[in-house]
């Protein structure tokens, strides 16, 4: 990969997408020396301009941006770097720099989701119902999917299209539940789904 660090000052764009959702999270600019450790440490790492130094992501806040895959573009002096980030990603506390309009039914809300049913899994708390479900063990999480699926059958030979959206709402749930009670994610149905169309 030879990228043109001589057209703008030494310094090109850096794009950062997520990897599992390919939303845009940030902008920053590389030297070739901030290039060079991203590639090495597999963390993004950009040239401060206002600072005048190599800035990791994440090392203050441990928010890193774990890398996954770096593309440039066509004229060589832009790079798409892929990567999983650890936390948030603006200084704001969101996960992306961009704000975003118009957002009803953002799939990106399953992420969150799945998020954050890790960590009611990982970090399980009393007054949780997803904690307590875990608690119970695998059978009982499977029970309840099987529970939800046949309440949302039920539901789609109706005509109430609120009692079907809420059933459906509480099968895909579950389900998110079971992929973390047996150690998967979404993506790894996605990456399956995705195999078979190729």
Request: proline share 2%.
């Amino acid at each position: 990969m030879k990228i043109d660090f001589a057209k703008e000052n030494g310094l090109v764009p850096a794009i950062i997408q997520d990897a599992t959702t390919n939303k845009v999270l940030m902008l920053g600019f590389m030297n070739d020396e901030a290039f060079q450790k991203t590639q090495k440490e597999k963390r993004v790492t950009f040239f401060s301009r206002t600072k005048n130094r190599l800035w990791t992501k994440g090392e203050e806040s441990g928010n890193y941006l774990n890398v996954v895959s770096i593309q440039m573009d066509c004229d060589n002096d832009t790079l798409l770097i892929k990567a999983n980030p650890v936390g948030s990603v603006c200084h704001t506390g969101a996960d992306t720099c961009w704000k975003e309009k118009n957002n009803k039914g953002n799939l990106d809300f399953l992420t969150e989701l799945e998020q954050t049913i890790e960590t009611r899994k990982n970090s399980p708390t009393q007054d949780s119902y997803t904690s307590k479900l875990f608690a119970e063990g695998i059978n009982k999480v499977a029970q309840k999917v099987g529970e939800e699926a046949i309440e949302m059958v039920i539901e789609s030979k109706d005509n109430n299209n609120d009692l079907f959206l809420n059933e459906s709402a509480d099968l895909l749930f579950h389900y998110l539940i079971l992929l973390q009670a047996k150690g998967f994610k979404l993506q790894d149905v996605i990456a399956k789904l995705e195999a078979r169309k190729k």
